[in-house]
């Protein structure tokens, strides 16, 4: 069955240090997510994606952070300069179409430690 | 704004026993879906099931059912003949289905435990 791939899994970076979060969605898929959840707390979305620009973003998608999409196959979220309350799992999400009633597959996502 | 409460933070089950996983949600939209993902230990969100708002029948996909009830807002998943490897974290989301905004909203989840 087609997967989301994240990686890595876990990141450990020094406050203020930059960092990019590789995703590689479902070959054919054309709309993508960032969504976070801070351990013990809810998920929250970060941030959609689709044709080659962002579609909608929430707040806490601030200037730090920005997600591009390189090549045909990657999709990325950076975060220019980290903090401690960043630290948190990163998913990243797809589907094939808008809305969807197939639910988004989801990624296994990378746990992002800042220090 | 949409809001979802999930207000069972743990539950238990005994395997084979069916569990209801309660979800209520508020929104000002008029068309809505609302999912169930599970999050095992592992970490992952596994997609389970969906209701349309306009949807006139209830949900099923295996052995999960969607008890929606609109007028209550309330859209409880079910899990019949629990296993234990149902042991895991429910999130009941929603989002709006004919706005350009595409942002789930999720539900703080229950932990459920699956007892042999």
């Known amino acids: 069955e087609p997967e989301v791939t994240q990686t890595p899994s876990h990141q450990v970076t020094q406050m203020g240090q930059e960092v990019i979060l590789r995703c590689v969605p479902i070959?054919?898929?054309?709309?993508f997510y960032w969504y976070r959840q801070i351990l013990g707390q809810k998920v929250e979305f970060l941030v959609s994606?689709?044709?080659?620009?962002?579609?909608?973003k929430s707040e806490i998608f601030d200037d730090q952070f920005s997600v591009e999409r390189p090549d045909g196959s990657n999709f990325t979220l950076k975060i220019r300069s980290t903090k401690l309350e960043d630290s948190a799992m990163y998913f990243c999400?797809?589907?094939?179409?808008?809305?969807?009633?197939?639910?988004?597959?989801f990624g296994s996502g990378t746990r992002l430690t800042v220090v | 704004a949409q809001k979802i409460t999930q207000t069972q933070p743990g539950m238990f089950v005994q395997e084979k026993e069916a569990v209801t996983l309660d979800c209520t949600y508020d929104?000002?939209?008029?068309?809505?879906?609302l999912f169930w993902y599970k999050q095992p230990s592992s970490g992952e969100m596994i997609f389970l099931i969906y209701?349309?708002?306009?949807?006139?029948q209830n949900a099923t996909e295996g052995r999960y059912s969607l008890n929606f009830q609109k007028a209550r807002k309330s859209a409880n998943l079910v899990i019949s003949a629990s296993q234990l490897g149902d042991s895991a974290m429910y999130f009941c989301?929603?989002?709006?289905?004919?706005?350009?905004?595409?942002?789930?909203?999720f539900g703080s989840g229950t932990r459920l435990q699956v007892q042999p």
């Open positions: 999400a797809s589907s094939d179409r808008d809305p969807t009633n197939y639910g988004y597959t």
């Open positions: 070959s054919n898929h054309l709309y």
């Open positions: 994606f689709y044709n080659n620009e962002i579609s909608e």
């Open positions: 929104t000002s939209d008029p068309s809505y879906g």
């Open positions: 209701q349309g708002s306009y949807d006139q």
């Open positions: 989301a929603m989002r709006a289905m004919d706005t350009g905004r595409r942002a789930l909203t």
